[in-house]
């Protein structure tokens, strides 16, 4: 039997893969109201399996990293959907081809321990270091996602620039794969390190914000470079 979580994890993959693949192909209404007609539908087709194929390995690895870590600290964690994620997800993208790359998120529950709650409660009043290592555990939950997303870009782009070039055939594809492929991890990773909200970026920088600053200026200079160098402004 398939559980809650497999099933949650599909379906998110299965809606932000649709939501990246309008928002990149241009296939929403305000792209047909600026255009002035229906963009190529088969751009959109295109795009589409290529987006489960790249989300396939950075949302769902993403999602794996807090999940496997958390429970390597002997927490329960399961990742779950949310509805409302899902639903903004698909509008913003449909609507105005934005990308709202939040539809769910792993939940962590208590330590699998024999300790009441008022017995942890006390222990850490009276250990502030049993308290401390928490805050380190919790940390290294929250970036794990996010170091997952950064090498799996720099990943596609050492492939982007070494293997694809060599390529005789499907050469395009492989470029555009490669391309979306650091693109979209890179801006997972840039966006879950925002340091607001209930995003991986709060709590990594509540842990330690010299580790924030490390993983978050890079990926923040490349984005508003690549955004003046393509189209000359930043947003």
């Keep these: 039997m398939v559980s809650r979580e497999t099933k949650d994890i599909a379906i998110s ?7 990246f693949a309008l928002a990149l192909s241009g296939f929403n209404l305000l792209g047909i109201i600026a255009l002035g007609f229906l963009p190529n539908f088969l751009t959109f087709i295109i795009m589409l399996p290529i987006s489960f194929f ?3 390995t950075s949302f769902i690895l993403h999602e794996l990293g807090h999940r496997n870590v958390a429970r390597h600290f002997n927490y329960h964690a399961e ?3 949310w ?9 913003a993208a449909a609507l105005v081809g934005a990308i709202f790359a939040a539809p769910g998120a792993v939940y962590i529950g208590a330590k699998k321990q024999k300790k009441s709650w008022e017995e942890q409660t006390r222990w850490d009043k009276e250990y502030p270091e049993y308290k401390k290592n928490g ?4 940390g290294l939950i ?12 720099l990943i596609f ?3 982007f620039f070494t293997v694809v070039p060599s390529l005789t055939n499907f050469q395009f594809v492989a470029t555009l794969i490669c391309y979306l492929g650091y693109s979209i ?26 580790v924030w600053g490390i993983l978050f200026i890079p990926l923040a200079y490349w984005y508003f470079s690549l955004r003046l160098v393509m189209y000359g402004w930043f947003f």
């Design 142 to 153: 929250s970036v794990a996602g996010v170091v997952i997303n950064i090498s799996l870009g």
């Design 135 to 138: 805050m380190n555990e919790l």
């Design 83 to 91: 509805d409302f994620g899902l639903k903004l997800a698909l509008g």
């Design 54 to 56: 790249v989300l396939g």
């Design 157 to 159: 782009l050492g492939l």
């Design 13 to 19: 993959w299965a809606v932000l893969s649709i939501a």
């Design 79 to 81: 990742f779950r959907k």
């Design 185 to 210: 991890n890179f801006f997972l990773a840039g966006f879950n390190l925002l340091p607001f909200w209930i995003l991986d970026g709060k709590k990594v920088m509540e842990w330690n914000p010299i």
